[in-house]
């Protein structure tokens, strides 16, 4: 080692060569960039932390009771085995649905659900549908003036496929629109035991009846059809009209209110001369005017199965009356006619009741 050594000379020589290598490590140093920290701050961190706490503890610890509606559930429980179950106007909501669809699916008696008038959305809807599947005793679900709409149309018309006791099934004032006609079309294209269909004021509209006309082509157990307000207009009946020249069971329609006029009087008017299944046509309230009702006159004169046609409001006047009554004088198969609001006087009425005495058995409602 340089340490021990007694050579003076290499000492210091050594000693200089490591001085050069401080002096030069310390020049280096200095041109080094000095480092430095960067602290970034958001304001409200330590209050967010702070709430994503709480969230996780409340989170943790809550559990949604369930449902009930003790009313309803001992009314249930009262009326059990009994046929018919009437829960109309209790402002009944699609939670309570769960509630009468697991009745449902427990009752050996169940014949007739009544739900009218109540505020069943299409959740609502889901759970009764779901009931009617399984159900072997159901024969009438009414729904009356509820708010299914369009998706609740489908979870019911998916049963309609399925069910094979239900006969009568009301859907009026629904909001079905026409892609819930579509879907009840859809089902009534394989059902083989509905009877009794009402769609009154679902706004369907000539689409719409156009889905419902194409199925009843096929099907062959509806019996009743109720499409009253639907804004079917006359293209509407044109397609009503189609249906019925085929169709060999619809033997009650009811379109009032549909705005088909005078055209759509003559397309009905036309089918009505061949048709052998209608017996009850109700027209009211369509603007179908003289001219309409001088086209199903026409076809009076040869229809041999309607008992009941309903005209009222339509405008038909004194000269309208004429054309119906002149043909009443010789059709023995119509027994009610109804001809309320028709600006038709006194003296026409009193005309029409003295031309009709030899049909007894014709009743005109004025």
Not at 84 to 100: E, P, Q, S
Not at 295 to 312: D, F, G, P
Request: glycine share 6%; net charge negative; proline share 1%.
């Amino acid at each position: 080692m340089l340490s021990s050594t007694k050579n003076h000379i290499k000492l210091l020589e050594a000693k200089q060569g490591f001085d050069d290598y401080v002096n030069e490590t310390n020049e280096n140093l200095k041109v080094l960039p000095i480092p430095t920290v960067t602290e970034y701050i958001l304001e409200g961190l330590d209050q967010l932390q702070s709430l994503k706490k709480s969230i996780i503890e409340c989170g943790r610890y809550v559990e949604v009771p369930p449902y009930h509606n003790p009313q309803l559930e001992e009314l249930i429980t009262n009326k059990r085995k009994n046929k018919k179950l009437d829960l109309k106007l209790k402002n009944l909501t699609d939670a309570d649905m769960k509630i009468v669809a697991d009745m449902m699916q427990q009752s050996t008696t169940l014949a007739l659900l009544d739900l009218s008038q109540n505020q069943i959305g299409e959740q609502g809807a889901q759970y009764i549908a779901e009931a009617v599947k399984n159900s072997k005793t159901l024969t009438t679900l009414e729904l009356f003036q509820n708010q299914v709409g369009q998706q609740g149309a489908l979870y019911i018309a998916d049963a309609l496929k399925i069910n094979q006791t239900l006969t009568v099934l009301g859907l009026s004032e629904n909001q079905v629109g026409q892609q819930g006609a579509q879907h009840i079309a859809a089902a009534l294209k394989t059902n083989k035991t509905l009877i009794k269909l009402g769609l009154s004021k679902n706004e369907i509209g000539e689409q719409g009846v156009q889905y419902i006309a194409e199925a009843l082509k096929t099907n062959t157990t509806l019996a009743m059809l109720g499409l009253k307000e639907n804004q079917i207009g006359q293209q509407g009946a044109h397609h009503i009209a189609d249906v019925l020249k085929c169709n060999q069971t619809l033997t009650e329609l009811h379109l009032t209110n549909n705005q088909i006029g005078e055209q759509g009087a003559q397309y009905i008017a036309e089918v009505l001369k061949t048709n052998k299944t209608l017996t009850i046509l109700v027209l009211n309230e369509n603007q179908i005017g003289q001219q309409g009702v001088q086209h199903i006159a026409e076809a009076l004169k040869t229809n041999q199965t309607l008992t009941e046609l309903h005209l009222v409001n339509n405008q038909i006047g004194e000269q309208g009356v004429q054309h119906i009554i002149e043909t009443l004088k010789t059709n023995k198969t119509l027994t009610a006619l109804y001809l309320e609001q028709n600006q038709i006087g006194e003296e026409a009425i009193q005309w029409a009741k003295n031309s009709l005495k030899s049909n007894t058995k014709l009743k005109v409602h004025w």
